[in-house]
């Protein structure tokens, strides 16, 4: 990449350049084909993803109270249809109805089938940040991928709870500011709420973008990048309710409507998701941070100007 002089520091009137450069670097990593790969993953990981995860917090919060928070979110996502779908699918994979073999065989298959969409995010980040894992590393590589995969989704898990908690005391807050403060009040409590769940989300993003992929990056860029997707994937978040609730994509699909809903939200959320990862490589590139691979990966091909 081309070093632009005296750009040693961002500075506001870099950010039209950079939000250029990475849609270049974006489109020419064929973003729209990754996405799709992870979102046919998400979909085979659904299941055990969120029995995992339901069953973790749950431990702290309460099955049915998470379930039901969980079922929520995805009807405002997706819609009541696909909500009521995903928890029947739920419902069935935890079945008490086993035997001490089958149930084993199924916790070891719905780890790996959770830890699935992970790890092939990580190939999909290794590729947009130009790195390549070097083909003579061993099964030991991979099964460290799978249990960095699963450490992502006990992640997952602990912000969830954290955003459940602030969200039920939010909520408690706005109830005592209605009684007793004048209306406005509660467009702080709103905003506070936005950014908490801004918060949340960069979280996530900022460790997906530092120890999912296959490189050395310094946590200042993961972080500028991290908040640039969080902001990006809540708005993205709200057009694609919007979209679905009025345009229903999924209804001519009959039974498989679902999992068509759950493959676009899931590959229009990656494309968000790839665009943050694209400007915080361009970022870290520009401003001489880098992006360093690490000792079972290598730089695939030269920065693109």
């Given amino acids: 990449m081309k070093k632009i002089a005296n750009e040693n520091k961002f500075k506001l009137q870099h950010l039209p350049s950079l939000v250029k450069q990475t849609y270049k670097a974006w489109d020419a990593n064929d973003p729209f084909r990754l996405s799709a790969v ?8 659904l299941p055990g993803l969120l029995v995992i995860i339901i069953n973790l917090v749950g431990s702290v919060w309460g099955v049915d109270i998470v379930q039901g928070r969980l079922t929520d979110e995805i009807s405002q996502a997706l819609g009541s249809d ?19 073999v089958a149930t084993v065989l199924g916790i ?12 092939h995010l990580q190939l999909s980040l290794n590729q947009i940040w130009c790195v390549e894992v070097d083909k003579k590393s061993s099964i030991i590589k991979m099964l460290i991928d799978r249990t960095r995969s699963f450490a992502f989704i006990l992640a997952v898990g602990f912000l969830l709870l954290i955003s459940f908690m602030v969200t039920t005391a939010i909520s408690a ?14 467009y702080i409590a709103y905003t506070l709420d936005f950014l908490v769940s801004v918060g949340i989300i960069t979280v996530l993003f900022a460790l997906i973008f530092r120890y999912l992929p296959d490189v050395k990056i310094r946590w200042k860029s993961v972080w500028v990048g991290a908040l640039l997707t969080s902001v990006l994937f809540v708005f993205g978040k709200f057009l694609l309710g919007l979209y679905f609730g009025e345009a229903n994509p999924g209804s001519t699909y009959g039974a498989a409507g679902t999992i068509v809903l759950v493959l676009l939200w899931v590959s229009y959320s990656c ?5 943050g990862a694209e400007f915080t490589w361009v970022y870290a ?21």
């Fill in 38 to 45: 992870v979102a046919y993953y998400a979909v085979l990981s």
């Fill in 82 to 100: 696909a909500a009521n779908s995903i928890r029947t699918m739920v419902q069935e994979t935890q079945s008490e109805n086993k035997n001490i």
């Fill in 108 to 119: 070891c298959t719905l780890v790996f089938g959770a830890t699935g969409v992970f790890y």
């Fill in 285 to 305: 590139e520009r401003y001489g941070h880098g992006i360093t691979p690490t000792k079972t990966s290598k730089n695939k091909k030269a920065t693109p100007s």
């Fill in 173 to 186: 807050l706005n109830d005592y500011i209605r009684s007793v403060l004048p209306d406005f009040i509660l």
């Fill in 271 to 275: 494309l968000i998701l790839f665009f």
